[in-house]
C-alpha cells in the first residue's frame, strides 16, 4: 500500500485535506481511519447527539486521569472513533472563534494565521444559510444553519440578555461575537453535516482517494524523514508508503500520542520507555487547553419544554418522523440560542460563552430534572490552565495517560463564580416572569463563594473541545511542535494539522476552526498560494475599557 499522502485520522481536519488533496487528481491519498461507518440513527439525527458520545463503537473511550482540583475526578474525554472523527459526535455547534483569537495565534509565533489570513479559509469551507452577508461564504461544502427557535424560551433568552444591558448580535460568525443571538448547527436537510459528510464521502468517489480501517502504530521515519505509518489490521502489522508526506490529523490526544510512540517528543520520557528519540521536542504532548462548563438549570411553570418529549412513546415518534421525514425535533440539536460575552471592563472581547437548552438535562442525557426546566451550559472561554498528554506505556494499543489540571489557576475560580451568578442575572430578568421556576441547579441555597466553588467541584464537565498539544509556533520555540506551515519541527516530509496544533485555544467550539486548519494546511502541502487577506474589521465593543457590556 503506498500513496502521495498518508493521513491519519478522518475527522474534521482529516476528512477536509483528504477532500483538498485529493481534488485535482494529481495526488494519491489514503487515509487511515481505526473506527467503523458513520451510517445509522445514532449518528445521522442530530437529537441523538448524546448517544455516539457514550458509546464504545464510536468513541476512543478515554477517561482523564483523577484531577487534582475537582475533588480527584476522573472526567470522560471523548474523541470520535468512526468515520467522521469527532465531527460525527459532537453536538453539532458552529463558532468561528473570535478575531483576536487568530491574531493572538500570530503574535505567539504562528505567521500567517491572523484572523485577515484564515477568514477566507472560513468563507470557503461554509455554505452559510442566513448568516451576515459579506462575511460568510456561500459555496463551501459546509452547510451551516440557524435551528428554527419555535420554543418561546429560545427568544425569552435573548431578549434577557438585552433587558440585562447586553449587545444583540445576529450572527456571531459574523462581524459581531459578542451579544446574545441565533446559535448555528452543522445540520443539513435534518442530517448532521460532519465533516465525512461534507467533505470524505463526496471525496471517496475519486479513483485516486483510498480509505482504509487500521490502527496507525507509529510514523516510519528514515533518515530524518517520515517515509510511510505502521498500521495494524486485521491482527496483521503492515506499512503503507507515503511516496510525498504522512500528514498527522488524529486528535488533540492521539496526534501527540503517534508523535511519541514515533520517538518525537521529550526525550527523557521516550527513552524511559524505551522508545528511540529521533527528534527531542519537549512541547510534544504540553500546552492542552480545554472548556469547563456548568449546568445553570431554573424549573419552568410553563409544559413548554422538551421534559414531556423524554418518554418512549414521544422519543419513538420523534424518532420515526425524522427517519421519514428528516424533520421535526429529531433534526436539530435543539442548541438553538447562544451569547458570547465579556466577564467584566478591561476584557477586549468575549471570554464567556453560553449554549441554551429548553430542557434541563445532562449532555450525556442521563439524570434529567423530574421536572419542566431550562438550563444555561456557561463557562469562561480563556483559563490559563495548561495539562498534558504523556504515553502510558510504549505499547499502541495502550490509551494516552490525560491530564487536563483543570481550575489550577485562582482566576479560574474567580471567572466560574462570576459565570453562575451572571447566569442568574439573566434568568432573572423579567422577560422570563411566566416561565421562571425554583432554580434546580446550584439551587437556591448555593451563594456564597465557597459554596459555589463546592459546585463547581463537584458539577464541572469538559466541554469536550481538547487542544494544543502539538503547538504551531516560531521553529527556535522549544516548544513548539509544528512551524507555520504545520511541518514537523526536525523531521521532513511529516506534518501534524488538527486542533493540536492551536496554540492558544479559541472561543467556542472547535469543530469550525479545525476544519479551517484542514483546509489552510491543504494549501500549505501542495504549495499554492494562500488565498488573499481579508481587509475586513471585527467589531469590538466601544465601552470594552469601562463597562463588561
Given at each position: 500500500?503506498?500513496?502521495?499522502?498518508?493521513?491519519?485520522?478522518?475527522?474534521s481536519?482529516?476528512?477536509?485535506?483528504?477532500?483538498?488533496?485529493?481534488?485535482?487528481?494529481?495526488?494519491?491519498?489514503?487515509?487511515?481511519?481505526?473506527?467503523?461507518?458513520?451510517?445509522?440513527?445514532?449518528?445521522?439525527?442530530?437529537?441523538?447527539?448524546?448517544?455516539?458520545?457514550n458509546?464504545?463503537?464510536?468513541?476512543?473511550?478515554?477517561?482523564?486521569?483523577?484531577?487534582?482540583?475537582?475533588?480527584?475526578?476522573?472526567?470522560?474525554?471523548?474523541?470520535?472513533?468512526?468515520?467522521?472523527?469527532?465531527?460525527?459526535?459532537?453536538?453539532?455547534?458552529?463558532?468561528?472563534?473570535?478575531?483576536?483569537?487568530?491574531?493572538?495565534?500570530?503574535?505567539?509565533?504562528?505567521?500567517?494565521?491572523?484572523?485577515?489570513?484564515?477568514?477566507?479559509?472560513?468563507?470557503k469551507?461554509?455554505?452559510s444559510?442566513?448568516?451576515?452577508?459579506?462575511?460568510?461564504g456561500?459555496?463551501?461544502?459546509?452547510?451551516?444553519?440557524?435551528?428554527?427557535?419555535?420554543?418561546?424560551?429560545?427568544e425569552?433568552?435573548?431578549?434577557?440578555?438585552?433587558?440585562?444591558?447586553?449587545e444583540?448580535?445576529?450572527?456571531?460568525?459574523?462581524?459581531?461575537?459578542?451579544?446574545?443571538?441565533?446559535?448555528?448547527?452543522?445540520?443539513?436537510?435534518?442530517?448532521?453535516?460532519?465533516?465525512?459528510?461534507?467533505?470524505?464521502?463526496?471525496?471517496?468517489k475519486?479513483?485516486?482517494?483510498?480509505?482504509?480501517?487500521?490502527?496507525?502504530?507509529?510514523i516510519?521515519?528514515?533518515?530524518?524523514?517520515?517515509?510511510?505509518?505502521?498500521?495494524?489490521?486485521?491482527?496483521?502489522?503492515?506499512?503503507?508508503?507515503?511516496?510525498?508526506?504522512?500528514?498527522?490529523?488524529?486528535?488533540?490526544?492521539?496526534?501527540?500520542?503517534?508523535?511519541?510512540?514515533?520517538?518525537?517528543?521529550?526525550?527523557?520520557?521516550?527513552?524511559?520507555?524505551g522508545?528511540?528519540?529521533?527528534?527531542?521536542?519537549?512541547?510534544?504532548?504540553?500546552?492542552?487547553?480545554?472548556?469547563?462548563?456548568?449546568?445553570?438549570?431554573?424549573?419552568?411553570?410553563?409544559?413548554?419544554?422538551?421534559?414531556?418529549?423524554?418518554?418512549?412513546?414521544?422519543?419513538?415518534?420523534?424518532?420515526?418522523?425524522?427517519?421519514?421525514?428528516?424533520?421535526?425535533?429529531?433534526?436539530?440539536?435543539?442548541?438553538?440560542?447562544?451569547?458570547?460575552?465579556?466577564?467584566?471592563?478591561?476584557?477586549?472581547?468575549?471570554?464567556?460563552?453560553?449554549?441554551?437548552l429548553?430542557?434541563?438535562?445532562?449532555?450525556?442525557?442521563?439524570?434529567?430534572a423530574?421536572?419542566?426546566?431550562?438550563?444555561?451550559?456557561?463557562?469562561?472561554?480563556?483559563?490559563?490552565?495548561?495539562?498534558?498528554?504523556?504515553?502510558?506505556?510504549?505499547?499502541?494499543?495502550?490509551?494516552?495517560?490525560?491530564?487536563?489540571?483543570?481550575m489550577s489557576?485562582?482566576?479560574?475560580?474567580?471567572?466560574?463564580?462570576?459565570?453562575?451568578?451572571?447566569?442568574?442575572?439573566?434568568?432573572?430578568?423579567?422577560?422570563?416572569?411566566?416561565?421562571r421556576?425554583?432554580?434546580?441547579?446550584?439551587?437556591?441555597?448555593?451563594?456564597?463563594?465557597?459554596?459555589?466553588?463546592?459546585?463547581?467541584?463537584?458539577?464541572?464537565?469538559?466541554a469536550?473541545?481538547?487542544?494544543?498539544?502539538?503547538?504551531?509556533?516560531?521553529?527556535?520555540?522549544?516548544?513548539?511542535v509544528?512551524?507555520?506551515?504545520?511541518?514537523?519541527?526536525?523531521?521532513?516530509?511529516?506534518?501534524?494539522?488538527?486542533?493540536?496544533?492551536?496554540?492558544?485555544?479559541?472561543?467556542?467550539?472547535?469543530?469550525?476552526?479545525?476544519?479551517?486548519?484542514?483546509?489552510?494546511?491543504?494549501?500549505?502541502?501542495?504549495?499554492?498560494?494562500?488565498?488573499?487577506?481579508?481587509?475586513?474589521?471585527?467589531?469590538?465593543?466601544?465601552?470594552?475599557?469601562v463597562?463588561?457590556?
Amino acid at each position: 500500500m503506498q500513496a502521495d499522502f498518508v493521513i491519519i485520522g478522518s475527522g474534521s481536519a482529516g476528512s477536509t485535506m483528504a477532500s483538498r488533496l485529493s481534488e485535482d487528481g494529481k495526488n494519491s491519498v489514503i487515509v487511515l481511519e481505526y473506527g467503523g461507518t458513520d451510517v445509522g440513527p445514532f449518528i445521522q439525527m442530530p437529537a441523538a447527539l448524546s448517544y455516539p458520545m457514550n458509546m464504545g463503537i464510536y468513541d476512543w473511550g478515554y477517561q482523564t486521569e483523577p484531577e487534582p482540583h475537582l475533588g480527584g475526578r476522573r472526567l470522560v474525554a471523548p474523541r470520535g472513533k468512526v468515520v467522521g472523527g469527532s465531527s460525527s459526535i459532537n453536538g453539532m455547534v458552529y463558532v468561528r472563534g473570535h478575531a483576536e483569537d487568530f491574531n493572538g495565534w500570530e503574535e505567539a509565533g504562528a505567521d500567517g494565521w491572523a484572523f485577515a489570513d484564515v477568514l477566507p479559509y472560513f468563507q470557503k469551507m461554509e455554505t452559510s444559510h442566513g448568516g451576515q452577508n459579506g462575511w460568510r461564504g456561500h459555496s463551501g461544502p459546509l452547510h451551516v444553519k440557524r435551528g428554527d427557535r419555535k420554543n418561546p424560551l429560545f427568544e425569552t433568552f435573548i431578549e434577557a440578555g438585552a433587558q440585562a444591558g447586553f449587545e444583540i448580535t445576529e450572527d456571531y460568525n459574523g462581524e459581531k461575537q459578542e451579544g446574545f443571538g441565533p446559535m448555528e448547527q452543522t445540520i443539513y436537510r435534518g442530517k448532521r453535516w460532519s465533516a465525512a459528510n461534507a467533505y470524505l464521502k463526496p471525496a471517496l468517489k475519486r479513483p485516486n482517494l483510498r480509505l482504509v480501517k487500521a490502527l496507525a502504530r507509529k510514523i516510519i521515519i528514515e533518515n530524518g524523514q517520515a517515509t510511510g505509518v505502521e498500521i495494524q489490521r486485521g491482527g496483521k502489522i503492515e506499512t503503507v508508503r507515503a511516496n510525498r508526506e504522512v500528514i498527522v490529523a488524529a486528535s488533540s490526544f492521539n496526534s501527540p500520542k503517534l508523535l511519541m510512540l514515533s520517538g518525537i517528543g521529550p526525550g527523557e520520557q521516550l527513552r524511559e520507555l524505551g522508545i528511540d528519540v529521533v527528534a527531542d521536542r519537549p512541547g510534544v504532548g504540553t500546552n492542552l487547553q480545554d472548556h469547563l462548563e456548568l449546568y445553570v438549570q431554573q424549573e419552568c411553570t410553563q409544559p413548554i419544554t422538551l421534559y414531556s418529549k423524554l418518554n418512549l412513546v414521544s422519543k419513538g415518534l420523534i424518532g420515526a418522523e425524522w427517519l421519514f421525514f428528516k424533520s421535526g425535533l429529531g433534526a436539530s440539536n435543539h442548541f438553538e440560542a447562544a451569547a458570547f460575552l465579556r466577564s467584566r471592563a478591561g476584557v477586549k472581547y468575549p471570554d464567556i460563552q453560553y449554549h441554551f437548552l429548553p430542557v434541563a438535562i445532562r449532555y450525556d442525557g442521563k439524570a434529567a430534572a423530574k421536572a419542566h426546566g431550562f438550563q444555561a451550559h456557561v463557562g469562561p472561554m480563556r483559563s490559563k490552565s495548561r495539562g498534558n498528554v504523556t504515553l502510558r506505556s510504549s505499547d499502541p494499543n495502550d490509551a494516552p495517560i490525560i491530564r487536563f489540571n483543570y481550575m489550577s489557576e485562582q482566576s479560574d475560580w474567580e471567572d466560574f463564580r462570576h459565570c453562575i451568578r451572571l447566569t442568574r442575572e439573566i434568568f432573572g430578568q423579567s422577560a422570563f416572569d411566566s416561565y421562571r421556576g425554583r432554580e434546580i441547579a446550584p439551587g437556591p441555597d448555593v451563594q456564597s463563594d465557597e459554596e459555589l466553588d463546592a459546585f463547581i467541584s463537584e458539577h464541572a464537565e469538559s466541554a469536550f473541545h481538547p487542544c494544543g498539544t502539538c503547538k504551531m509556533g516560531r521553529a527556535d520555540d522549544p516548544m513548539s511542535v509544528v512551524d507555520s506551515r504545520c511541518r514537523v519541527i526536525g523531521i521532513d516530509r511529516l506534518r501534524v494539522a488538527d486542533s493540536s496544533i492551536f496554540p492558544e485555544i479559541t472561543n467556542g467550539n472547535l469543530n469550525a476552526p479545525s476544519i479551517m486548519v484542514g483546509e489552510k494546511a491543504s494549501d500549505h502541502i501542495l504549495e499554492t498560494q494562500p488565498l488573499p487577506r481579508s481587509n475586513l474589521q471585527p467589531w469590538i465593543n466601544p465601552n470594552w475599557e469601562v463597562s463588561d457590556r
